[in-house]
């Protein structure tokens, strides 16, 4: 384990997030470990949601944006239900992701994805040989048309969120 020294902790973290999260603070976490004994995916993390906790509580603020913790949990809220303090990790680990964005601490998955449906509005290219078999199939199951989204509207809520310097980016990879 890696020693960690004081001067390069981040002390207002802990602040910064509990003023985010309000009366839900993870300055309530009493490191019970509650919540990581019901996490649906905590063997598949680096840190259990009371070690999450916990860092960020010691301002180790970079060991928790860099996790992989906080884009493996699949928000089923259990740790949220199951605390008895109330701290409200899955709102926590949410602005924990929205901090590591704007550090440029994301996956490349989710990178992609998010310039996926910046250029054409879904998940999935919607488009070519790959649309044909779509509407076939959907014309086959008496489905109705896909209605395109609205594509400025999606790529205006991806540049408010922040996201869009991801999708701009990739395109400058190109």
């Known amino acids: 384990m890696l020693k960690k020294n004081a001067d390069n902790l981040d002390h207002s973290f802990r602040y910064e997030i509990s003023a985010k999260v309000g009366a839900k603070s993870l300055l309530k976490c009493i490191q019970c470990g509650v919540c990581s004994s019901g996490c649906t995916v905590t063997e598949y993390v680096d840190l259990q949601p009371h070690r999450v906790v916990a860092s960020c509580l010691l301002g180790l603020k970079e060991e928790v944006l860099s996790s992989n913790a906080i884009w493996t949990?699949?928000?089923?809220?259990?740790?949220?239900?199951?605390?008895?303090?109330?701290?409200?990790?899955?709102?926590?680990?949410?602005?924990?992701?929205?901090?590591?964005?704007?550090?440029?601490?994301?996956?490349?998955?989710?990178?992609?994805?998010?310039?996926?449906?910046?250029n054409n509005g879904y998940v999935v290219p919607y488009t070519g040989g790959l649309k044909d078999n779509i509407d076939r199939r959907r014309g086959k199951m008496g489905l109705p048309e896909l209605v395109p989204p609205d594509l400025k509207e999606i790529q205006f809520i991806i540049e408010e969120t922040g996201l869009g310097a991801l999708a701009k980016e990739k395109e400058d990879d190109k």
């Open 73 to 118: 949990c699949s928000l089923c809220h259990r740790c949220t239900e199951r605390c008895p303090k109330n701290v409200d990790y899955s709102f926590i680990l949410a602005l924990l992701r929205n901090l590591a964005v704007k550090e440029g601490k994301i996956p490349k998955e989710y990178s992609s994805t998010v310039v996926t449906i910046y």
